[in-house]
C-alpha cells in the first residue's frame, strides 16, 4: 500500500443545499481497537442524510454541530467487504460481505468506513447482492412504528411506496399485523407486491373517510396530522409519524400524550439499530424482507442523486455504486 493512501469521499464543510457537498481525495480511515474497515460497495442517499446536510429540523445541530457538521462524510447505509480489523475484533473475518448502518457517524459515503465491529452490522445473507443489501436506514426507521404492532393488530401505513413506507408494510406483517396501504395511483401494485392486504389510492378516494379504524396509523412520508387521522384511531390507537407535522404539531401533541401516558401520537425514534440489523438480515435471509430501489448513481454524481431525494418523488431507495 503507499505510503500515504487515500480514498474517494464526499465531504460537506457547511450546511446548505447538494451545492455544498464535494469529492475529494482525502487519506484513507484506519480502524480503531474493536472496529472493522469496509470496503464500501453500495450506499444510499436517504432523507436522513438530505435533513443532516440542511441541518434540519435546526434543533439538530445540537447533535450534528451548532455551526459547522462534525461529520464531515454523510452516508448512513453500506454494503460492501471486510477490508482491514482493528485490534480485539474476532467476530469478523477480511474479505467477510457484510451490509448495516453507520448511525452515529455516518462516513459510508466514501470508498472505506469504519464502524464498531459490534454495532449496527451483519454479514449479508448468501443470496442477497450487494445492491440488494442497502436496506437499513429506512427499515430501522419504520421499525420504530411497526414494533408497537402485534398478531392480528390493524395498521394503516400512508406513503406506502418511500423507502420507510416500503419497510413498514413488510415488518408490520412480518408482526402478523393487517395491512392497508396508502399510495397513488402509479404506485398502486408496490403495496400488494410486498404482502398489504389492501391498498388505498389517495388520488381517488379519501383515505380518512373509509369507516374504518386501526390500531396504528402510520405516516410514513410526513404529509398528514394527527388531526386528519385521528378518527382512523381506535380507543387505544397510535398516530405515529416521521416527521414534525403541521406548525411542529405532531412533536407538541407527541409531547402533551406523553406527559398524560397514553402515547397516542409519537414521532418513533428509532433504537437499538445492532440488534435491528441482526433481526432485519434474518428476515432477508428467509425471505420476508426485501428492498424496493429507485434510481442508481455513480459517486461523482452524488449531488444529482441528493437533488432528486429532495424532490420527494422517489419509490423505494436510491443507491450509489462505489465499487
Known amino acids: 500500500m503507499d505510503a500515504n493512501p487515500t480514498m474517494k469521499a464526499v465531504v460537506f464543510e457547511r450546511y446548505g443545499g447538494p451545492e455544498v457537498l464535494s469529492l ?18 453500495v450506499t444510499t442517499v436517504n432523507r436522513t442524510d438530505t435533513a443532516t446536510m440542511r441541518a434540519h429540523p435546526f434543533f439538530a445541530r445540537a447533535m450534528t454541530g451548532l455551526i459547522r457538521p462534525n461529520m464531515p462524510v454523510l452516508g448512513l447505509d453500506f454494503a460492501g467487504e471486510v477490508d482491514a480489523l482493528g485490534e480485539g475484533v474476532s467476530s469478523f473475518s477480511v474479505g467477510d460481505r457484510v451490509f448495516g448502518l453507520s448511525p452515529d457517524r455516518f462516513g459510508a ?5 469504519c464502524v464498531p465491529a459490534d454495532g449496527a452490522i451483519a454479514k449479508l445473507p448468501q443470496q442477497l447482492s450487494y445492491s440488494e443489501a442497502v436496506v437499513g436506514e429506512g427499515a430501522w426507521y419504520a421499525n420504530g412504528t411497526t414494533k408497537l404492532l402485534s398478531e392480528g393488530q390493524r395498521c394503516l401505513i400512508y406513503g406506502a411506496s418511500g423507502a420507510i413506507g416500503t419497510a413498514a408494510v413488510q415488518l408490520a406483517k412480518a408482526n402478523g399485523a393487517e395491512v392497508v396501504a396508502v399510495v397513488g395511483t402509479r404506485h398502486l401494485d408496490l403495496p400488494q407486491s410486498l404482502g398489504a392486504d389492501r391498498v388505498i ?7 380518512t373517510d373509509i ?13 398528514t396530522s394527527y388531526f386528519k ?7 387505544t390507537g397510535i398516530y405515529s ?17 406523553g406527559l398524560t401516558g397514553s402515547g397516542r401520537v409519537r414521532i418513533p425514534f428509532p433504537e437499538d439499530a445492532p440488534a435491528f440489523i441482526r433481526h432485519l438480515a434474518d428476515l432477508m435471509a428467509q425471505g420476508k424482507f426485501r428492498g424496493v430501489f429507485d434510481k442508481s448513481y455513480r459517486l461523482e454524481h452524488v449531488v444529482d442523486a441528493f437533488q432528486y431525494v429532495e424532490t420527494g418523488q422517489k419509490t423505494g431507495i436510491v443507491r450509489i455504486n462505489i465499487c
Do not use: M
Open 24 to 41: 475529494r481525495e482525502v487519506p484513507v480511515i484506519v480502524p480503531a481497537r474493536g472496529e472493522i474497515r469496509v470496503k464500501v460497495h
Open 201 to 207: 389510492n389517495y388520488e381517488t378516494e379519501d383515505f
Open 241 to 257: 409519524a416521521t416527521d414534525l407535522g403541521p406548525l411542529w404539531s405532531n412533536i407538541i401533541l407527541g409531547c402533551v400524550y
Open 109 to 113: 459515503h466514501a470508498e472505506y468506513v
Open 211 to 223: 369507516g374504518e379504524t386501526f390500531d396504528v396509523v402510520f405516516d410514513a412520508v410526513g404529509w
Open 229 to 235: 387521522c385521528r378518527k382512523l384511531l381506535k380507543q
